[in-house]
Each structure stands twice: as structure tokens, then as C-alpha cells.
């Protein structure tokens, strides 16, 4: 005791300022321990949504030309004139349009993954842009709904994939994975859309009271007469905590059954019982990244995000890239290693001609994007936190993943087991067509970002009631209230 | 409603000899290409030109492969291969369709392609191993005085959808008419496919293969018969006979 009461007068000058920097560094680095009071946040979020530079409506018509010209044009001329503008042929039936609806997929699962998985798991730093990742998800199927219908030959009968009534009495074919996926895409694209839409009521609430005009008239309806009483958030949380749950083998599933169109075909390459699960990581890493780098555009771009989007969140993103590529190496090894190790001559072929055919720097610049890069750069904190760095990256897994699908299909088509027929796919329609589809998602996130509210406040303001700093003797401790 | 008559699951799909066959000697075939024109006149089949046919657009239901290797005069090639559609007992192209374009007639025991169901997924011909399915990129140009040749007994398709090889089944249901009407059984050598009828070398033969005295049934357990891709087990009704200086050969 008296070594105790000795050494005390000494340390206490020392520690006390070391451990407010401590303390000021907390509230500093995790928005959870920052809290502002709710109408701050509030007034926040609402001035974000409606301060708009020029540079905001020069960009948005610039892409409305982009869209309106690569997509709505190119795509008439094609409805018009047929399939011969793309480059598709024999034995390349399926090309870029595919390639972009998986790829699309993929971006969309992300938005799921981060927002439902972190949610049921009760992970902290999802609080601030579950619902930029939502709205991604919603975007992304979007897309790669487009560019389903692109690659039909005669999309004007689209419907007729639909069951309905007809008095041919004609049902679609629910043996072809094609039925599957559809249906499959459209359960994904209605349930992903009401889970974007539970979460938001409380916002467009919050929106609806503090708006005039148009926007008011706008999130009156919207916000469904929410009006935050007890019961009514009873019943919201227990809706969103089903569909949060509800919506995880959605996800799951919807990859897998895309990864089906491929490997339920008896083609060298394609028919392979680990395409399920690789899919599903595929989609993940390519939409990981992008969710990295819509949060980094969001956060550079767009008034007071630097709060609620921190270097912390970029640390947390970037971990989960490091471990979703580590996953993703580790199926398409297992993917490769089996099917080389099977010895069938037409696979064999196949690989040789990823490899050693003229896209073959196209297999490689896959492996080193998807796997080097990320192996390389995201084990570094100061990497992490880099928005340029983590953007860049982030930017490169995307293209490397838009390779993976692009040498699963065109490349992977043009061999087959009867070598007479094989060709080359020139793409030719399909890369304004392309270019449209990423135009016309950045377009429509941008306009969204002007009408919802892009940080859940009620969900932020729940985690920082939730959190609390404590003193436990002369340490400062984070303490985490559980919620429910 | 007519009660449907598909097959649940591929298991129960009945494995049976087949009806219309095809038998095809690759030791008398010259590769003329008069089966692939012949085929292209009956079955109304468009002429995507130079610049498509290159690109591998050329829409023929049947083409003759020949492939060769090494310089002239040490040129190693295989035989002429016509290859058509094969009429699978068990085909790859019919279950993927998810709108019952590719379906199986029960009747004739052939691929069907319905083209006015088809929207043009393009995952028959993906899935098909032979490579004999064909898509319309385009509405090819007809000029004058093509028209005038046009078989009344064929649809004339247009772009966006896919066609293929159907046996001539305008030729099979014309020849069972007439027997019908005369109360008695097709003849073997009655209906013939406009390939089988082109072939100068008479390499093509067709018939009925559920008939063991026919002609093509004969062919077909000569020894050198094989099936294209048959480990695939898509049971293919055109049966290949190898050249004899081939024989025993595989692959």
C-alpha cells in the first residue's frame, strides 16, 4: 500500500494527458465512440442529400449522354437489326453480354453480403453504409438484368420465360438452369429490394419531417406513415431481422445457380461441381472492391461523409478483401487442380488455351490482380486506410474478376470437342453496350444518392447509444451495450 | 387440357434403338458439298455471305469437316466427315431450354426446334457437343429471284432465333401421309432427306432404324460403324462408317 500511495503523485501527471490522447484518438478513429446528437446528424445527412455542386450535374449529363448513346442507341440498333452487330458466333454463342450478367451479379452481392451477414453477425463498422452496399445490390441486378435480355435473340419475348397463364396452356422449362436462374435473379432482385426498402423507412421518415416541396410530397409516401412510436419499430425490427436472415441463402443461392448455366452444360471447362461455391467467392471479391470503391467515391465526393465514413471502415473492407481473395485463390486452385488432374483430352485443350492462347495475359493479369495485389497490399494498414491505394485495388480486383468471367465464357467457348468449329470472339456491339451498363449504374446511384438518405442515421445513432467509453481505474475501456 | 406428355426426369427417357436413322460411309464420301447445298435449297436456309460465313456464321445444317495437318506433299487429313444434327435419343440441347423451343418428338423420336417459341438464349447450341445448331445473327438478304425458290414445306425463319438439322421432317411426314393413305407401311428408301438424295457417292443413306431388314439398319452394324462422342451417352442416330485404311483407328 505504501508503494502504492508513493509511486501514484509520481505517474499521475504523466498518464493523465497520455490517456486523454488516448481517449481523443478513439473518438477520433471509430465513429461508434464519436457520437453528435441526432438532429446533427440528421441535419447531416439531409444537407448531403441536397447540396449539389455543377461539377455533380455535369458529371450526371455526361453520363446521360453516355447512357443514352451507348446504351439506349446501340441497344435499338441491335433489337433492330439482330445479333449480327455482336460478336458472337459459332461455337462462341454466349459472349460479353453474359460475361456483364455475371459480373453484375457479383457486383450486387456484395451490397447483401455486407449489410445482411454483418448485420446478423453484429458487426460494428457495417452501421454507416449498410445502405450505400443496399443500394448497390439493387443497381448492380439492375444491370445484369439488361444484360440478360441483351443476349437474347428475340427479347420482345422475353416474358414467355415468365409461368404465366396462356392458352397454349405452355408452361417455361423448369428443367433448363435458365428457368432456374431466372426465377432465381428475380426473388434475388424483389427480396434485396424490400430489404433496402425496411431500413429505410425510418430515414425517409426522419427526411419526410425535415423537407419541403417535392421531396416532402415524395417521402411522405414513401415513408409509409412511419412515425417511430414502439410498436412500429417492434415490427420493423423484427422484419428486417427476418429478411436479414432470410436474404442469406437467397444470396448464397443465386450465385450458385448462376454458376449452374455453366456447370450443369457438358462442356470441357464447364461442367464442374466446385462452380458453386467459386462463384459465390468470385462474387464476393469483385463486389467487396466494389463496394470499397463506391464508399471511397461517396466519401470523397459528397458533403459530410468524412464522419460517417472513416478510415476505419476502409481498414475493415480491405481485411475482408485480404480474406475473400485468400478464399477466392484457394477455390480456383481447387477448381484447376481437378480438372487438370481429370486428364480429359478436351479440358486439357481448354487449359492449355487459357493459358497459352492469345488471351492467355489475360489469365495471368487475372491471377495477378485477384491474387498478388491484394496479397501484397492489403497486408498493410497504412495500405488500408489509403483511399487511392484501397480504390486502386479495389479497382483492380474488378477487372481481374471481369477476366475470370470473361475466360469462363467466350474464351472457355471456343474450344469444344469438334475442332472444325473453332473461332475467335471479336466483341464488337457489346463493348458501347458495356460501356452504357456501368454508365447507367453510376448514373442512377448518383441520382439515388440525391433522394436517399445514404447513411442509415437511425442505425449509426443506435451503435453510438450502444458503445460508450468507460474508466476502468486509469484505463480507458470500449464497453458495448447489447442491444437486443 | 391435353395431358403432357414430357419426360419428368432424364433417367426415365427410354433408351431405344430410334426411329429415322442415318448411316453415313466416310469411306465413299468425295466431301462435294452437294449435301450441304442440296440442304440449304430444301430446308430454306439463308446465305449470310462472305464476310459472316468467315466470322463462323454460316447457317448449313450440315457441313463436311476435313481437317489435315503437315506441309504437301507429307499432309496427313481425315477423312470427309459430313456432320449433322444427330438426332440424340438423349440429347444435351433439349432439357436447357427454358422455354420448350428444343423439344423431343415423341412420335418420330427426333430433336424438334420450335422456332416460333424459340427467344434465342442460345443454350442448346452451348450445350450441344456436335456443334450443329445454327443461330440467325441477322435477317439475311434474299435477293431476287431466291424467293422463287423457296420450299412451301418449310418455315422461313428470321433473325434471333436458332435452327438446325430436322431430318427433312417435312420429307418424313409426306412419305408416312402417303403410306397412310395407301394402308400400308413406309418402304424402306422412301423418304429421303435431301442430303441422302444429293449424294452422288449414295454415302448417305436414311431409313427407318427400328426396322432390322432396312438398308440403314444393315450399315449401321457394319463394323465399322461408330457414333460421334458416343461416351457421352447422348445416343446419337446417325451412325459413322470409317474408312477402311482408318479402321480401328479412334478418334
Known amino acids: 500500500m505504501a508503494v502504492l500511495a508513493n509511486s501514484a503523485p509520481h505517474a499521475q501527471p504523466h498518464s493523465h494527458p497520455t490517456e486523454q490522447d488516448h481517449e481523443a484518438h478513439l473518438r477520433e478513429e471509430h465513429l461508434m465512440l464519436d457520437p453528435r446528437p441526432r438532429g446533427e446528424m440528421n441535419a447531416m445527412v439531409m444537407e448531403s442529400m441536397q447540396t449539389t455542386s455543377w461539377k455533380f450535374w455535369v458529371v450526371t449529363a455526361i453520363l446521360v449522354v453516355v447512357v443514352a448513346v451507348c446504351l439506349v442507341y446501340y441497344w435499338g440498333l441491335m433489337i433492330s437489326v439482330g445479333l449480327g452487330i455482336a460478336g458472337v458466333n459459332r461455337p462462341i454463342y454466349w459472349g460479353i453480354f453474359l460475361v456483364n450478367t455475371v459480373f453484375w451479379i457479383g457486383i450486387s452481392h456484395a451490397g447483401t453480403f ?16 449498410t445502405r450505400a452496399a443496399e443500394l448497390m445490390t439493387t443497381f448492380g441486378l439492375v444491370q445484369a438484368g439488361l444484360s440478360i435480355f441483351m443476349h437474347m435473340g428475340r427479347v420482345w419475348l422475353a416474358y414467355w420465360l415468365f409461368p404465366y397463364p396462356n392458352e397454349r396452356g405452355l408452361w417455361p422449362n423448369f428443367h433448363s438452369p435458365l428457368s432456374w436462374d431466372f426465377l432465381a435473379i428475380n426473388t434475388y432482385l424483389l427480396s434485396s429490394t424490400m430489404y433496402l426498402f425496411l431500413p429505410l423507412i425510418p430515414d425517409l421518415a426522419m427526411a419526410r419531417d425535415r423537407s419541403t416541396g417535392w421531396r416532402k410530397v415524395l417521402y411522405r409516401v414513401l415513408a409509409l406513415g412511419f412515425r417511430g412510436t414502439e410498436g412500429e419499430w417492434t415490427h420493423l425490427r423484427f422484419a428486417m431481422n427476418l429478411f436479414a436472415f432470410a436474404i442469406l441463402p437467397v444470396m448464397f443461392s443465386v450465385h450458385t445457380i448462376v454458376s449452374w448455366d455453366f456447370a450443369a452444360a457438358m462442356r470441357p471447362g464447364w461442367s464442374s461441381t466446385i462452380f458453386g461455391p467459386y462463384f459465390v467467392i468470385g462474387a464476393l471479391q469483385s463486389g467487396l472492391s466494389a463496394v470499397a470503391m463506391v464508399l471511397i467515391v461517396v466519401r470523397g465526393t459528397m458533403k459530410n461523409m468524412k464522419y460517417f465514413i472513416r478510415p476505419e471502415h476502409l481498414d475493415a473492407l480491405g481485411k475482408l478483401m485480404l480474406i475473400i481473395s485468400m478464399a477466392w485463390a484457394y477455390f480456383f486452385f481447387n477448381d484447376y487442380m481437378v480438372q487438370w488432374y481429370n486428364g480429359d483430352k478436351w479440358t486439357d485443350i481448354l487449359l492449355r488455351f487459357h493459358e497459352e492462347g492469345p488471351l492467355g495475359w489475360m489469365w495471368y493479369a487475372m491471377l495477378f490482380f485477384n491474387i498478388v495485389v491484394p496479397w501484397l497490399v492489403l497486408w498493410n494498414k497504412n495500405f488500408r486506410r489509403n483511399p487511392t491505394i484501397l480504390f486502386i485495388v479495389g479497382f483492380l480486383v474488378n477487372v481481374a474478376m471481369w477476366f475470370e468471367r470473361y475466360i469462363i465464357i467466350p474464351t472457355s467457348l471456343s474450344i469444344n470437342r469438334f475442332p472444325f468449329t473453332y473461332q475467335f470472339y471479336k466483341p464488337n456491339v457489346e463493348i458501347p453496350l458495356s460501356i452504357g451498363t456501368v454508365a447507367l449504374f453510376v448514373l442512377l446511384y448518383m441520382l439515388a444518392s440525391r433522394i436517399i438518405p445514404l447513411v442509415p442515421v ?22 458495448v451495450r447489447d442491444l437486443d | 387440357m391435353a395431358k403432357h406428355n414430357i419426360p419428368e426426369v432424364k433417367a426415365n427417357w427410354d433408351i431405344t434403338p430410334g426411329i429415322w436413322g442415318m448411316s453415313i460411309d466416310m469411306d465413299v464420301c468425295t466431301g462435294c458439298q452437294a449435301c450441304v447445298a442440296a440442304c440449304a435449297m430444301e430446308n430454306n436456309i439463308t446465305f449470310v455471305g462472305e464476310t459472316d460465313s468467315g466470322y463462323g456464321r454460316a447457317m448449313h445444317w450440315i457441313r463436311i469437316e476435313h481437317t489435315w495437318e503437315g506441309e504437301y506433299p507429307d499432309v ?8 449433322l444434327c444427330q438426332q440424340c435419343g438423349n440429347a444435351p440441347c433439349e432439357p436447357v431450354c427454358p422455354v420448350f423451343a428444343s423439344v423431343h418428338s415423341q412420335s418420330e423420336d427426333l430433336n424438334l426446334q420450335v422456332y416460333n417459341r424459340c427467344v434465342g438464349t442460345r443454350y442448346c447450341a452451348n450445350n450441344c457437343p456436335y456443334q450443329v445448331r445454327v443461330f440467325n445473327f441477322r435477317d439475311y438478304d434474299r435477293p431476287e429471284p431466291l424467293p422463287n425458290q423457296l420450299n412451301p414445306d418449310v418455315t422461313v425463319r428470321r433473325r434471333g432465333i436458332m435452327e438446325k438439322c430436322t431430318f427433312c421432317i417435312q420429307r418424313i411426314h409426306k412419305g408416312q401421309d402417303l403410306a ?41 452394324k457394319n463394323g465399322r460403324g461408330v457414333k460421334l462422342l458416343e461416351d457421352l451417352d447422348t445416343l446419337p442416330r446417325v451412325t459413322y462408317l470409317q474408312e477402311e485404311k482408318t479402321h480401328g483407328r479412334t478418334g
Do not use: N
Request: proline fraction near 6%; include cysteine; hydrophobic fraction near 40%.
Open chain 1, 114 to 129: 455486407v449489410s445482411a451477414l454483418l448485420r446478423v453477425f453484429k458487426a460494428e463498422f457495417r452501421r454507416p453504409f
Open chain 1, 458 to 479: 437511425w442505425e449509426v445513432q443506435e451503435g453510438q447509444m450502444a458503445h460508450s467509453l468507460r474508466k476502468y481505474g486509469k484505463e480507458t475501456v470500449v464497453t
Open chain 2, 76 to 83: 496427313a487429313a481425315t477423312s470427309f466427315q459430313p456432320v
Open chain 2, 180 to 220: 397412310e393413305s395407301e394402308g400400308r407401311d413406309v418402304r424402306d428408301g422412301e423418304v429421303v432427306p435431301a442430303c441422302a438424295q444429293a449424294c452422288p457417292a449414295d454415302a448417305i443413306v436414311f431409313g427407318r432404324l427400328d426396322d432390322p431388314e432396312s438398308r440403314v439398319s444393315i450399315m449401321a
